[in-house]
């Protein structure tokens, strides 16, 4: 068994590292019970290295299926003001 606050379980290969080997959600800062995550906020689910792997799939999927623009919600028109 591991400690659940110096090291993980990666559910892609199913190792368990270190959270120094897991990227951090920076905007996830808080626990489902309300508390601070400690020092940046709550891991990701896949390790630094499966969580590569799937953004270099998931982007090589979409060119190969035509999506030029890969960030689509960047790209929305803006609400027009009322002036």
């Known amino acids: 068994m591991h400690d659940p606050l110096t090291h993980?379980?990666?559910?892609r290969c199913g190792e368990t590292k270190p959270l120094s080997e897991f990227w951090v959600h920076r905007t996830a800062r808080y626990t489902p019970n309300g508390t601070l995550h400690e020092p940046a906020g709550r891991p990701h689910s896949y390790c630094k290295p499966c969580h590569n792997a799937?953004?270099?799939d998931r982007i090589t999927a979409k060119r190969a299926a035509g999506i030029r623009q890969l960030n689509t919600h960047r790209n929305r028109p803006r609400r027009k003001t009322a002036t």
């Open 54 to 56: 799937y953004r270099r």
């Open 8 to 11: 993980k379980r990666c559910p």
